[in-house]
């Protein structure tokens, strides 16, 4: 059973902190993802991964930087957590290269509260 | 760049009866992929249904189907028969087929709830 794992499944901390969220996938998919999921918002891509090192920004990606050091692992940091980057956040891998329809798989969320 | 748009932010249906959710996107590409995610109350994305834009037949999954109409730039999706365990949020999604690194653009998303 294919399987991506997101350290926490919730997650408060303050204002100021460094906050690590840590994603691990078990399929050897070349695509990491993060995303972020606000009501009303949809979920928005704040930065992805499509090779060991290789980051590049989505559409948010103020505020937050993003680790490659293992194929399987990609992590999401906020340098200085904000109470604006209370959210819920979604870690998805895919396959690399042309890979037609194939679909993207999902980690159960990271509901982050900054205070 | 590309949009996916879900008008719909809440839609309810009886159970057993028929809901169709709507999906319009804008891209100047010709080639790509379009699909139907679920979010139940556990969090879970899962994927219900996809399509491919070259393809005019619209994609069927058991109780789902779609209504692609690719001039319009329309993908909706059709849950018939509709169960207590549809109830979600649903999310249409964009794929370019040959860049952008494989990710997904998403709308704003459709919550589905289903009366007994």
């Known amino acids: 059973d294919v399987k991506v794992t997101q350290s926490s499944r919730y997650l408060v901390k303050r204002t100021g902190e460094k906050v690590f969220l840590e994603c691990v996938q078990d399929?050897?998919?070349?695509?990491m993802f993060w995303y972020r999921q606000d009501p009303g918002l949809g979920l928005r891509l704040i930065y992805f991964?499509?090779?060991?090192?290789?980051?590049e920004k989505g559409d948010i990606p103020e505020g937050y930087s993003v680790s490659r050091e293992k194929k399987e692992r990609f992590s999401l940091i906020l340098e200085s957590a904000s109470t604006n980057q209370t959210s819920m956040y979604l870690c998805?891998?895919?396959?690399?290269?042309?890979?037609?329809?194939?679909?993207?798989?999902f980690g159960q969320g990271t509901r982050l509260t900054v205070v | 760049a590309q949009t996916v748009t879900q008008s719909q932010p809440e839609m309810s249906v009886q159970e057993a009866e028929t809901v169709t959710l709507s999906c319009t996107y804008d891209?100047?590409?010709?080639?790509?992929?379009l699909f139907w995610y679920k979010q139940p109350p556990s969090r879970q994305m899962i994927l219900v249904i996809r399509?491919?834009?070259?393809?005019?037949q619209n994609a069927t999954e058991n109780r789902f189907s779609v209504n692609f109409q690719k001039a319009a730039k329309s993908f909706s999706l059709k849950i018939s028969d509709s169960q207590l365990g549809d109830a979600a949020m649903y999310f249409c999604?964009?794929?370019?087929?040959?860049?952008?690194?494989?990710?997904?653009?998403f709308g704003q998303g459709t919550e589905l709830s289903v009366k007994p």
């Open positions: 399929m050897d998919h070349e695509n």
């Open positions: 991964s499509y090779d060991v090192k290789m980051k």
């Open positions: 998805a891998s895919s396959p690399g290269g042309l890979m037609g329809d194939t679909e993207a798989f």
């Open positions: 399509q491919e834009a070259y393809k005019q």
């Open positions: 999604a964009y794929r370019s087929r040959y860049n952008q690194g494989g990710k997904l653009i």
């Open positions: 891209t100047s590409e010709s080639d790509y992929y």
